[in-house]
């Protein structure tokens, strides 16, 4: 039971760093591989707020999320529109993009290096102990996944019981049907860009809560959205939540029970397990 609750705890940050790279990639169509350095800015912004101003990483949210959107709406617009108005097809513009944002993961993570340099961070946040079904675990990790499902639940919310959200998953099912329907295809790919920044940078400001953290480590959280957006389906949020859930209690499990140096090698295993088996993804339909 406790390695259970631990995984579902720590699922909750994964799930809305996943649920970003979703906005990005299953409605923009774009493949951004520098999505983990918008999470780590996310830890680093949220321990600057919290060590210099004594702002909770909570309360903290309320900046960061505005300054991400606006920092990943300008990042689209200027550097990666021109890439989508020149794209011939899909597969041009995930080429494209791939080679862009892998540009940028390394100009993003060199302006960190340089800001904050290459050594482990970390800050005593609710560092206090939470009893769940019997066993202690620590309230920061509690708090971080309560705040993940309530920022999960609004974009649910926005994307079925809003006329915005409405668009945004008509663009992902099909842009040409879309513009066809008088959506403005270009601004919402711009808008879905932005609030997937947004959404992997609260995720991010999150996880610096229970996670020592570093200018470096932002490829190996790019990589764990990935696979759970390709275990999940693309696009599919319901898959991006359950394939989150499912990946931090493995990583958990093998931890626990088995060495916590073998977490990535199980991600990926299990990531490969689904390639294999269910490529679809979990919620996905068989292609005919």
């Known amino acids: 039971m406790e ?41 680093f912004v949220a321990f600057w707020l919290y060590a210099s101003f004594a702002i909770s990483p909570i309360y903290g949210l309320l900046i960061i999320a505005p300054a991400a959107f606006a920092l990943n709406w300008a990042i689209y617009r200027f550097a990666l529109r021109p890439l989508v108005n020149r794209a011939k097809n899909r597969g041009m513009l995930e080429v ?48 971080a996944f309560a705040a993940a499902v309530v920022i999960a639940l609004a974009l649910y919310l926005f994307l079925y019981h809003t006329r915005h959200g409405t668009a945004v998953r008509a663009v992902a099912a099909d842009p040409t049907s879309a513009n066809l329907v008088a959506i403005d295809v270009a601004r919402t790919a711009a808008f879905a860009f932005a609030l997937g920044g947004a959404l992997t940078a609260c995720g991010g400001a999150l996880l610096s809560t229970f996670y020592t953290f570093n200018a470096s480590m932002g490829v190996v959280f790019t990589m764990k959205a990935l696979i759970i957006v390709i275990m999940g389906g693309v696009g599919d949020i319901r898959g991006a939540v359950l394939a989150a859930l499912i990946l931090g209690v493995a990583e958990t499990a093998v931890a626990s029970l088995i060495d916590p140096g073998l977490t990535l090698a199980a991600t990926y295993t299990l990531f490969i397990l689904v390639l294999l088996f269910r490529p679809q993804g979990i919620f996905g339909r068989q292609t005919t």
């Open 96 to 143: 494209d993009s791939i080679l862009a944002t892998f540009g940028l993961l390394f100009l993003l993570q060199g302006l960190m290096l340089l800001s904050f340099g290459g050594e482990y961070f970390s800050y005593t946040f609710l560092a206090e102990r939470f009893v769940l079904f019997g066993s202690a675990y620590g309230l920061n990790r509690v708090v």
């Open 3 to 43: 390695i259970l609750v631990t995984g579902i705890l720590l699922s909750g940050t994964y799930a809305l760093i996943a649920l970003g790279l979703t906005l990005q990639y299953g409605v923009a169509r774009i493949m951004n591989l520098a999505n983990g350095e918008t999470l780590v800015a996310g830890c």
